[in-house]
C-alpha cells in the first residue's frame, strides 16, 4: 500500500521518485521498448517493461504485477487521459491527480471554456466548426487572424495559425487535425480568434476535492516556440497588483467550481491593456512546476502524494519569495530549424551552487533517441530578484557541459542577452521576431571540454522535510 508507479519517463518520473522516496514510498519504474538507457530507469526501486507509454492496459498491468498502489501519471503521455484515470480507479487504484470526471471536462477545451464562460470569466471568441459546415464561412464570421486547435492535448500540438482569408484554411485545419488525432487520439477542432501581442500566465492551484482551493501565485509563460514554452519564471513581472489579484481570484472560482482535487494549472491570455481570458486548465502537474516551488517552498509532489495518503489535510497560504525563472535545455538543433536531434552524451556536467536547481532524466554515455520528447533537463535559478535570478541564471548556462549531440544551450543564453528579455517585456509571439546567432566555442575551449573527464552527476542531497525545501536542494 506505500508503492507508486510512475507512468512516464526521464526527468518527470526522476523528479517524482525523489519526493516519493523522502516520503517513505517504494518507487516502480516503466520502460518501453528503446528507452532502457533513460536514467529515470536506473532511479527507481523496480523496474517493469510495458510495450508503450500510452498503453494503458499495459501499465495497469505493471502495476498489479509490481503490487503497486499509487499511480502517477507525470506530465505528457496520458497524464490529462481521463479513460486512464477511470482505468485506474476501476482496478481499485489510486490515481494520483484529479478526479476521473474532472479531467475529462477540463481536457475538452470547448467544454471547459463553455464551463467557465458561465462563472463569467471571459474568453476569447471561438466557433465549435460541425462536420459538414462551411469551415470557410465560420472563419470569415469570426474574424482573421485566428487558430485552427484540437479540442483535446497540450505541448502546442494540433494547433495552426491563419493569418488571412487567402491561406489554406482547409489543409491547415486537415494538418492540425491530423496531428491531434496521432497525439491524442481525438480529430476534433475549433477555430479561436488570435490575440496578439498577449502574455501568456498561469496560476498554480490546488483543491482538497470538497470545495476548498488555495493558489500558490501565477507564472509568466510568454516565451514560447510554436505554442511549446521554453523559458518560464515566478512570480510575473511587470503586472499590475489589480490584474494579478483578479487572476488568482478567477483561478479559485473555476477550481472551487468544479470542487477540484489534486494539483492544477489556469492558464490565461493577457492583452496590452492587461486585460485576461481564460485559455485552458491543465489538470496535473506541469512541466513548469519548479518555480512555483521555488517561490513558495512547497513541494508539489509532496503535497500530491499527502493528499492520496489521507482525505484530510491542512494547506496553507504561503507568500511568495524571491524570484525563480526555470528553463528547457532540449535535444534540437537551433541553427536548423529547431530538428529534433539524436547520439550519445559523451560529457556532461550541470551546474551547482545557491539558488541553482536541475531536474534531469540523462546521463553520460546514454544514447538519445529522437522518438521520445527531447527535452533533456530543466534549469532552475531562484534568487531575492529578477535581476539577480537572471545572473544567476546566464552563471548556470555557462556552467552547464553537454557533449555529444547538438542542444538548445547557445540559445538560451542568447535570449537570456536579449534587451527585451531583461526587462520582462516578452509575449507568446516574442520568438517568432527573435533573431539567433549562433555563439560557437573557442577552439582552446572545446579541447578543454573534450578532455574534461566523464562522470555521473552527484546525486541530490537528501532533505528531511518531505513537503518544503530549501534553496540547497539539488535534483539532477
Given at each position: 500500500m506505500r508503492k507508486v508507479l510512475v507512468a512516464n519517463r526521464s526527468e518527470v518520473a526522476c523528479r517524482i521518485f525523489q519526493t516519493c522516496r523522502e516520503m517513505g514510498?517504494?518507487?516502480?519504474?516503466?520502460?518501453?521498448?528503446?528507452?532502457?538507457q533513460s536514467r529515470h530507469v536506473t532511479y527507481a526501486d523496480e523496474i517493469q517493461r510495458v510495450s508503450s507509454y500510452l498503453e494503458i492496459d499495459a501499465l495497469l498491468k505493471a502495476a498489479k504485477r509490481s503490487g503497486a498502489f499509487y499511480i502517477h501519471p507525470g506530465y505528457g503521455f496520458l497524464s490529462e487521459s481521463f479513460l486512464f484515470a477511470e482505468a485506474v480507479e476501476k482496478a481499485c487504484l489510486c490515481f494520483i491527480g484529479p478526479r476521473s470526471e474532472t479531467i475529462r471536462?477540463?481536457?475538452?477545451?470547448?467544454?471547459?471554456?463553455?464551463?467557465?464562460?458561465?462563472?463569467?470569466?471571459?474568453?476569447?471568441?471561438?466557433?465549435?466548426?460541425?462536420?459538414?459546415?462551411?469551415?470557410?464561412?465560420?472563419?470569415?464570421?469570426?474574424?482573421?487572424?485566428?487558430?485552427?486547435?484540437?479540442?483535446?492535448?497540450?505541448g502546442g500540438r494540433g494547433i495552426r495559425r491563419v493569418e488571412t482569408s487567402n491561406e489554406d484554411l482547409l489543409g491547415l485545419a486537415a494538418s492540425a487535425s491530423t496531428e491531434a488525432s496521432w497525439a491524442f487520439g481525438e480529430s476534433s477542432f475549433f477555430l479561436e480568434r488570435l490575440l496578439r501581442p498577449a502574455r501568456h500566465?498561469?496560476?498554480?492551484?490546488?483543491?482538497?476535492?470538497?470545495?476548498?482551493?488555495?493558489?500558490?501565485?501565477?507564472?509568466?509563460?510568454?516565451?514560447?516556440?510554436r505554442h511549446q514554452k521554453i523559458w518560464e519564471e515566478a512570480p510575473a513581472s511587470s503586472l499590475r497588483e489589480e490584474t494579478?489579484?483578479?487572476?488568482?481570484?478567477?483561478?479559485?472560482?473555476?477550481?472551487?467550481?468544479?470542487?477540484?482535487?489534486?494539483?492544477?494549472?489556469?492558464?490565461?491570455?493577457?492583452?496590452?491593456?492587461?486585460?485576461?481570458?481564460?485559455?485552458?486548465?491543465?489538470?496535473?502537474?506541469q512541466v513548469e512546476h519548479a518555480v512555483t516551488e521555488q517561490v513558495s517552498g512547497v513541494d508539489l509532489v509532496g503535497l500530491q502524494m499527502a493528499q492520496a495518503l489521507s482525505s484530510l489535510l491542512l494547506v496553507e497560504s504561503v507568500q511568495p519569495r524571491g524570484h525563480a525563472i526555470e528553463v528547457r535545455l532540449c535535444a534540437e538543433d537551433a541553427s536548423s530549424g529547431f530538428i529534433p536531434t539524436s547520439g550519445s552524451i559523451e560529457v556532461l556536467s550541470f551546474p551547482t551552487g545557491a539558488g541553482i536547481r536541475v531536474e534531469s532524466g540523462v546521463e553520460c554515455g546514454q544514447r538519445i533517441d529522437a522518438r521520445f520528447d527531447s527535452l533533456l533537463a530543466k534549469i532552475i535559478v531562484h534568487a531575492p530578484s529578477?535581476?539577480?535570478?537572471?545572473?544567476?541564471?546566464?552563471?548556470?548556462?555557462?556552467?552547464?557541459?553537454?557533449?555529444?549531440?547538438?542542444?538548445?544551450?547557445?540559445?538560451?543564453?542568447?535570449?537570456?542577452?536579449?534587451?527585451?528579455?531583461?526587462?520582462?517585456?516578452?509575449?507568446?509571439?516574442?520568438?517568432?521576431?527573435?533573431?539567433?546567432?549562433?555563439?560557437?566555442?573557442?577552439?582552446?575551449d572545446l579541447e578543454l571540454l573534450c578532455s574534461f573527464p566523464t562522470q555521473k552527476p552527484e546525486v541530490f542531497s537528501k532533505n528531511p522535510s518531505p513537503w518544503f525545501h530549501s534553496e540547497s536542494r539539488r535534483f539532477v
Open positions: 514510498f517504494q518507487t516502480v519504474a516503466v520502460v518501453a521498448p528503446g528507452d532502457e471536462k477540463m481536457a475538452d477545451k470547448v467544454e471547459a471554456k463553455l464551463f467557465v464562460q458561465k462563472l463569467g470569466i471571459p474568453v476569447l471568441p471561438f466557433v465549435v466548426v460541425r462536420p459538414g459546415e462551411d469551415l470557410s464561412q465560420a472563419a470569415q464570421g469570426l474574424g482573421y487572424p485566428l487558430l485552427v486547435k484540437a479540442c483535446v492535448g497540450g500566465l498561469e496560476v498554480q492551484i490546488f483543491g482538497d476535492g470538497r470545495g476548498g482551493v488555495w493558489h500558490f501565485g501565477e507564472r509568466e509563460c510568454s516565451l514560447q516556440r494579478r489579484a483578479l487572476l488568482l481570484d478567477a483561478s479559485l472560482k473555476i477550481g472551487q467550481a468544479m470542487a477540484y482535487r489534486g494539483v492544477g494549472t489556469l492558464e490565461f491570455l493577457v492583452d496590452a491593456s492587461e486585460q485576461y481570458y481564460f485559455l485552458e486548465m491543465n489538470t496535473r502537474l529578477r535581476s539577480h535570478a537572471l545572473a544567476r541564471l546566464r552563471f548556470a548556462l555557462e556552467e552547464t557541459v553537454l557533449l555529444g549531440i547538438k542542444t538548445n544551450q547557445n540559445y538560451l543564453r542568447v535570449l537570456l542577452e536579449d534587451p527585451q528579455v531583461q526587462l520582462g517585456r516578452v509575449h507568446t509571439s516574442f520568438l517568432d521576431e527573435f533573431s539567433y546567432t549562433e555563439i560557437l566555442p573557442q577552439k582552446e
